[in-house]
């Protein structure tokens, strides 16, 4: 079974992935994994960290080369969960394997931005927190001050959630057509998430 995760920032694409991952007994594959895991001896190192740089995304047909290789390993014989690919409807001009299940993770804009621009990192430790949800215990933990990082602003996370839903709705529209797509609130907890899916899927 070939599964994808679809999914806007902080919709709990990575913990869901795991969770499926550990369920199903099939490896998750994130395209963000590999290209940071890509050695420095890669013909196309210096072309991906020149255009990281600056800001720009990874180039499609790299990503595509990478997952193409992936998904040939031992471990993905029986399937295998990918998160982070098809986030534009030109990505599967590259890599389109037949997915079998698109799993689309939906929670609302406000959710995102609660999330997102909520998260501060202590400058003790570097662990992440996030101020809607810190605990008591938390705050003490971190013997210092917090800070927030400048692509977690409020403002700046509600013009990437533009941009996914400019570039995303195609893809979510592209596969519920193929009558593969399965939307999911994402807004409970991730047990909540997760019993939901294993229930879609048909799965104990």
Not at 38 to 59: F, I, N, Q, S, V
Not at 95 to 102: E, H, N, R, S, T
């Amino acid at each position: 079974m070939k599964i994808l995760l679809i999914g806007p920032p902080a919709s709990g694409k990575g913990t869901i992935g795991e969770l499926l991952s550990s369920k199903l007994k099939m490896p998750v594959i994130s395209g963000g994994d590999l290209l940071r895991a890509l050695p420095t001896t890669h013909p196309r190192y210096k072309e991906l960290h020149e255009k990281m740089d600056k800001g720009d995304l990874a180039p499609s047909d790299l990503i595509a080369g990478l997952l193409k290789e992936r998904v040939q390993h031992e471990d993905c014989s029986k399937g295998y969960i990918l998160d982070g690919w098809a986030r534009k409807l030109d990505n599967l001009q590259y890599f389109d394997p037949g997915f079998d299940l698109v799993l689309f993770l939906h929670i609302s804009e406000d959710t995102v931005v609660r999330r997102v621009s909520g998260r501060r990192m202590c400058l003790a430790d570097g662990e992440i927190y996030n101020i809607y949800t810190m605990t008591p215990d938390q705050l003490l933990k971190c013997d210092s001050d917090f800070t927030q990082r400048e692509d977690d602003k409020e403002d700046v996370v509600r013009e990437r959630l533009k941009v996914y839903h400019e570039e995303t709705q195609p893809v979510i529209e592209y596969f519920k057509k193929q009558g593969v797509l399965i939307e999911i609130d994402a807004e409970p907890s991730p047990e909540e998430i997760f019993k939901n899916i294993c229930k879609a899927l048909g799965v104990d």
